[in-house]
């Protein structure tokens, strides 16, 4: 029976409801990074990555596999998928696809990024791609940093996904578990430099109107304002 419930993400369970709050707000998450400057040479081969927990509820199967059917169609590509292993059994399991599927040259486990490097490697990439099904996926930071970077997005439309770059223009979002459906989509984009680029531009003004930390803490300030008159 809170005064007020603050949320980043619109649920069919809002805790708001759960736990008897008077009102429900939503105040998407908001946050800075620190830009970098592209590094790679520009003829270098166009790379997609994928930043978050390395499992399977993340999608990191699926962008094996979908680095296989690109592969298999021509595409100039490779593949960063950065973070944590979710368990060694995974990782196995993982790294075993990717020889299975002959894909070792395009796909690269740097580990856990933390700071500068995590930064430089967005500013590296050409392409955000997070095939996510992960059931408890609400709002993740990850698209927000991405965006941050004027980097397209591939995803999916899964649960609080859409609502975060849904009507921005500067993702396609597919269906889970669908690397067909992926491989389209990033190929569309990566043949086409203009498409990229606008896709790309669209992504940072998406971030810088909706998903900076002094957009998030105004409205937060704005909830307790509110809070503070009655």
């Known amino acids: ?4 419930s603050v949320e980043i993400c619109k649920t069919d369970h809002s805790p708001g409801q759960m736990f008897a709050a008077h009102q429900t707000v939503y105040v998407p998450n908001g946050l800075d990074v620190e830009r970098k400057s592209r590094a790679r040479p520009k003829n270098a081969r166009l790379r997609v990555i ?3 927990a390395l499992n399977e509820g993340k999608g990191v199967l699926d962008v094996i596999k979908t680095a296989k059917l690109l592969i298999d169609r021509g595409c100039d590509i490779e593949f960063q998928l950065v973070g944590a292993w979710a368990s060694q059994s995974f990782r196995a399991e993982a790294e075993d696809l990717v020889e299975h599927e002959g894909v070792s040259e395009f796909i690269d486990f740097p580990g856990v990024l933390k700071g500068a490097a995590k ?3 967005y500013a590296d990439a050409d392409v955000f791609f997070f095939p996510s099904h992960y059931q408890s996926e ?3 930071l990850v698209l927000i940093e991405a965006m941050a970077f004027g980097l397209p997005v591939v995803s999916t439309s899964w ?3 859409p609502q975060l770059v849904g009507d921005s223009d500067a993702a396609i979002l597919c269906e889970i578990n669908a690397p067909e459906q992926y491989a389209d989509a990033l190929q569309e984009i990566l043949k086409n430099p203009d498409k990229r680029k606008q896709m790309g531009d669209v992504a940072r003004q998406h971030y810088e109107n909706n998903y900076t930390r002094e957009k998030f803490v105004a409205a937060m300030e704005g909830v307790f304002e509110e809070i503070g008159k009655d």
């Open 50 to 52: 994928f930043l978050g």
């Open 138 to 140: 609400n709002f993740p």
């Open 1 to 4: 029976k809170a005064d007020v």
């Open 119 to 121: 930064w430089q490697a």
């Open 159 to 161: 649960r609080g996904i």
